[in-house]
């Protein structure tokens, strides 16, 4: 698998430093809030993971799993809810975790569709942000790193499923990809 990556973008090391500089701040930010972390699957399963347990205050998790309508950049941005969370979010506060923000069209569709349902307040919380691709606004509130416009895989990004196994961020070798 290895083989396949040009270059290590974001090692373990730093992962994992500012994993817990997040979960710290997401602490500190909700004290005594109660928060529900919402993993939008799959790509953030590996994050989410590290970054519930870089919280120290209670809270709870769930997940959703989202698919867009259309294709490519021709896509009305439309996003459908294929697995929504459990429960009520009626006064709770609510935290998106994602694994990557790139157009916007995903995030902007899913965080209007979830202020209609009564939530206390929703904050976004991405690993990755590439704003060189961004198409429609989306704002966040809690960031990992941002990363330029290339192929990246791993911590929980894929290449045709794969990959989301490496405990890093490379960049694919554009052999693999076809260019
Ligand atoms: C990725 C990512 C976001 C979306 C971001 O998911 O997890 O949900 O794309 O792209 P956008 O800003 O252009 O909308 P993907 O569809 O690759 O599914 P995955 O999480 O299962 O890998």
Known sequence: MTKDIERVLLSQEEIAAKVAEIGAQISRDYEGKDPIIV?????SF???ADLVRAITIPCTVDFMS???????????GEVRIVKDFEG???????????????SGRTLNYL???LKTRGAASIALCTFLDKPDRRVVPVEVAY??????????????????????NLPYVGVLKPSIYGE
């Open 39 to 43: 993993s939008i699957l799959r790509g």
């Open 46 to 48: 590996i994050f989410m």
């Open 66 to 76: 989202v698919s867009s309508y259309g294709s490519g950049t021709s896509s009305s």
């Open 88 to 102: 009520s979010v009626e006064g709770r506060h609510l935290i998106i975790v994602e694994d990557i923000l790139d």
């Open 111 to 113: 965080m209007k569709t």
């Open 143 to 164: 960031k990992g790193f941002t990363v330029p416009d290339s192929f990246i895989v791993g911590y929980g990004l894929d290449y045709d499923q794969k990959y989301r």
